[in-house]
């Protein structure tokens, strides 16, 4: 599935992580933020999956490390494509650590926007590395 355009990312909130300094709202953190990415796959064949790694945040020592998520949006992006814009509703995906233990869960929503109907409104594309520090 070739395809370029942008995948917008809502994520929303997460539920049941363990980690004794989790921000500031512990094991039910709300986010509320959004992000969007510019997609361009040249792929014709594949998956395509989109990775989250949990982090909390410590102001005087390391960040540690809290679990991880993968959502598939290759039918995200193949239906966006075929139609000009797809949408899942906010869904909740299991956090697991790297022995794939189960360790809470996040709640996101995404929307896939062909190139030839994405506008671009001067918005900011990319990562959020640190846009969750407070």
Request: charged share 25%; proline share 1%.
């Amino acid at each position: 599935m070739a395809g370029s355009g942008i995948l917008e990312v809502h994520l929303v909130d997460a539920k049941g992580l363990s980690g004794k300094d989790f921000l500031d709202e512990g094991k039910n953190p709300r986010w509320n933020e959004v992000v969007k990415f510019q997609i361009n796959s040249a792929a014709a064949s594949g998956q395509h999956k989109l990775f989250f790694r949990l982090m909390d945040y410590d102001t005087f020592s390391r960040d540690d490390f809290i679990g991880e998520a993968s959502i598939n949006v290759t039918d995200l992006i193949s239906l966006g494509m075929e139609h000009g814009t797809c949408q899942m509703n906010a869904a909740k995906y299991r956090v697991v650590l790297a022995d794939k233990t189960y360790h809470g869960e996040i709640r996101v929503a995404l929307t896939f926007t062909a190139a030839n109907k994405a506008q671009d409104h001067g918005e900011q594309l990319g990562g959020w590395t640190n846009s969750f520090r407070q």
